[in-house]
Nanobody, 121 residues
Framework: QVQLVESGGGLVQAGGSLRLSCAASGSILSINFMGWYRQALGKQRELVARITSGGSTNYLDSVKGRFTISRDNAKNTVYLQMNSLKPEDTAVYYC???????????????WGQGTQVTVSS
């Protein structure tokens, strides 16, 4: 079994910063993609940022230049540094990972429980 545990959400004023963390644990051989999605009330879930095992990244256009995704492969952890936050960034943020499991050898793709980010104006 693989688990993704997120932390770091909260309430912040517009212009402020937050850092989200997501740690993967379990029978992990390697992790391919790790990423952050968000879902605002009444809207579909959208990809915010994703990073490969080699460090290649891609971002939602509206967060480019403000958010930075990074990962620590030794800790199986991905981070999302969010700066210059705007009220429209308010959403539940979900961690996602594509994991190669050790035993049994298989691919697992799953989600964390979500963490609320609220940006007040």
């Amino acid at each position: 079994q693989v688990q993704l545990v997120e932390s770091g959400g909260g309430l912040v004023q517009a212009g402020g910063s937050l850092r989200l963390s997501c740690a993967a644990s379990g029978s992990i051989l390697s992790i391919n993609f790790m990423g952050w999605y968000r879902q605002a009330l009444g809207k579909q879930r959208e990809l915010v940022a994703r990073i490969t095992s080699g460090g290649s990244t891609n971002y939602l256009d509206s967060v480019k230049g403000r958010f930075t995704i990074s990962r620590d492969n030794a800790k199986n952890t991905v981070y999302l540094q969010m700066n210059s936050l705007k009220p429209e960034d308010t959403a539940v943020y979900y961690c996602h990972a594509d994991v190669v499991r050790r035993n049994p050898y298989s691919i697992w793709s799953g989600w964390g429980q979500g963490t609320q980010v609220t940006v007040s104006s």
